[in-house]
């Protein structure tokens, strides 16, 4: 059980191009979704937490204007990065917590690579 | 501010060894604390976990035991195989977060050879 899934596993696309990464909790309600995102030979960074039906929750440093993140059901939260650029190339991994449980359940993450 | 720190990496040894990975922690209050596993191109997978004091957290033979007098809570693990080669991130969450966000450590890479 807990299982999340992340679409896609890996993007390609051209500077200036606005990318949509999907977070699916396939067998339980997250009320609380977690987007971090992983430089290379770097530790996780926590970039928002969303809850359902209300504005994300963004960390120090992190513009809200260019990764818009929707949590718009209790099994779906979007990450958008808008007009990409090369510097935003990273390695994105949601996570989901199920109601007010401790424990946060990892999908796969999505390789990010802007041209 | 709540902190973890790890040992570098990367860890090299040889199967069957003896693994010992390091980490410690700063936190304000009583913090719940994680092992998570990330195998290469994947996302993470919790390893294990304990939420008290001198509890100790087990699975797929590794273990850690949350030291509150050291503020640590090192990974250990007797016989190591090459399918452990991953990189191996502790961390912990506090309960005046209601336990929701995570602070990692750096991660440690562990290369095990045949």
């Known amino acids: 059980g807990a299982v999340v899934s992340q679409h896609p596993s890996r993007v390609i696309c051209k500077s200036g191009t606005s990318v949509k990464i999907e977070c699916r909790s396939l067998?339980?309600?997250?009320?609380?979704m977690f987007w971090y995102r992983q430089f290379p030979k770097k530790s996780l960074m926590l970039m928002a937490t969303?809850?359902?039906?209300?504005?994300?929750?963004?960390e120090q440093g992190v513009e809200k204007d260019k990764f818009l993140i929707n949590h718009a059901s209790l099994t779906l939260s979007t990450l958008t990065v808008t007009s990409a650029h090369p510097e935003d190339s990273s390695f994105y991994i949601c996570s989901a917590r199920r109601g007010d449980g401790r424990l946060q359940h990892f999908g796969d993450g999505t390789r990010l690579s802007i041209l | 501010g709540d902190s973890v720190t790890q040992m570098e990496g990367p860890v090299t040894l040889s199967e069957e060894a003896f693994l010992t990975i390091n980490c410690t922690y700063t936190a304000t209050g009583y913090p719940s604390l994680f092992w998570y596993v990330q195998y290469p191109g994947e996302g993470l997978q919790l390893l294990l976990k304990a939420t008290k004091a001198d509890d100790k957290g087990s699975n797929k033979g590794f273990e850690a035991t949350y030291r509150k007098e050291t503020t640590s809570f090192h990974l250990e693990k007797g016989s190591v195989q090459v399918s452990d080669s991953a990189v191996y991130f502790c961390a912990l969450s506090e309960r005046n977060t209601g336990f929701q966000k995570l602070v990692f450590g750096t991660g440690t890479r562990l290369l095990v050879s045949p």
């Open positions: 969303s809850n359902e039906g209300s504005k994300a929750t963004y």
């Open positions: 067998d339980f309600q997250a009320t609380t």
